[in-house]
């Protein structure tokens, strides 16, 4: 009896430890979120259970003196793993197919914007000067940015620039992008990281430089979404005790000395597993690789964007449609309005940046009833009744203006000129030159 009792509490230890391990190392790669909201945490429980209780049911066998063999098993131990494991799965289904669904939940999810206010474009927006537009798009900025880059022999073949984010660098708009790895190979030859940054003028396409140094110390940047194991970005964040809250939008920004950092949205889910909603911000020194967290309120006047993109444009367009429910959105349509085709980064002469995108009615082309502009920091939300057209019906506008030189219009801006909401592109050649301001 003494014998079978420790056999059998040496096997549910071992299978409890095999399991521990095995969630350990299926957490380092996989990152699941321990919040009620997400369903990586009930998908985590359900699995430590179900490989413990595999393991418990294994034809263990313990030899006793003589010849006779006892079976050791467990039975009802496991018969309770798995039925809690179902369980488990099942509540995420119901939370799912009930709790996370717009046909139950619309009004939720129409209200996850926050208040939506109307306002006078005039009064948010100060006229701009034409020294403050923006010509060069992201396109031109990366070409600019290879250009650069090429110059500096060998350090193509190491290293690749990142995505460009346009961000306001003590009062200039400029693309900044970081150099990152090219491959698990170049990683692994390069575990010192990718040196600098490269930054582009949005207003001069002849102000393009790559940064190398900061105070005479070079630039390494180690941390990095492009980089494996512990230098992942992501897993480094993680590993740093933010593992309760979602992560998202791994934006490369610079403070206003030039110290360059990561900035990553936190997150929580808000209806069930869906409605994403930022809650705060991480900044990781992509050279140090210390991690800072703050709340949306406290977060560093250098950040200038918090809510990510796709959030705002799919809380827009709950917004919009779900103005009288779900059928009404389905069927109806009676006062449904929807986002036009993408969402752009836009910064007022207050210092703000803020997302832009037009307004339309359910079923227009070409047309717009307004336009919304929502505080990137804060999420606050302003709708401006104003009848236009849309991004794509300028751009083809533009562009046929001038059709017989074949230039393209780059993704129009909106910007205050003399009180009035109005779109500002810049007209490409073939080559990607900067031929015309329209």
Known sequence: ???????????????????????????????????????????????FLIISGLILIWPFKLISIGPIRKTISIPNRVKTQFIIAGSIFLLAIVIELIFSSPVFRASAYRDLIGDVTESEFSSDMSPVSTKD????????????GDKKIGEIPGLGSIAKLGQFNIQNVNGQLYWVAPLVHQSF????????????????????????QFIQTINNQPINRIYQPEAYFHQNLARHIYLNGNFTQGLTDFTFEIDDM???????????NKIGFNGANATGVVTVHAQSGEVNKYTIEDAPAWIDRIQPDNFIFEQLYNWGIYVDGFLNAIFGQQSVLVPTAGISLVYGTDGNSYWYTGMTSAGADESTVG???????????????????????????????VQEKGYIATEPIMYNVSGI??????LLDKAGLIKMVA
Do not use: H
């Open 371 to 401: 336009f919304i502009l929502t505080n990137t920091r804060t999420k606050e939300t302003k709708f401006y009744k104003q009848p236009g057209a849309t991004e794509v019906a300028a751009q083809r506008s533009a562009e046929g203006k």
């Open 258 to 268: 030039g110290e360059p950092y990561w900035v990553v949205s936190l997150y929580t």
């Open 421 to 426: 909401p109005t779109y500002v592109m810049s």
């Open 1 to 47: 009896f003494v014998l079978d009792f420790i056999y059998k509490r040496g096997i549910i230890v071992l299978a409890y430890g095999i399991s521990a391990i095995v969630m350990f190392i299926f957490s380092y790669f996989y990152l699941p979120v321990f919040n009620l909201s997400f369903f990586s945490l009930y998908s985590f429980v359900a699995l």
């Open 185 to 208: 190979i170049k990683w692994l030859t390069n575990l010192d990281g990718c040196p600098g940054y490269v930054m582009v003028s949005a207003t001069n396409p002849q102000d393009v």
């Open 133 to 144: 537009i923006r010509l060069v798009d992201r396109k031109t900025a990366v070409r600019l």
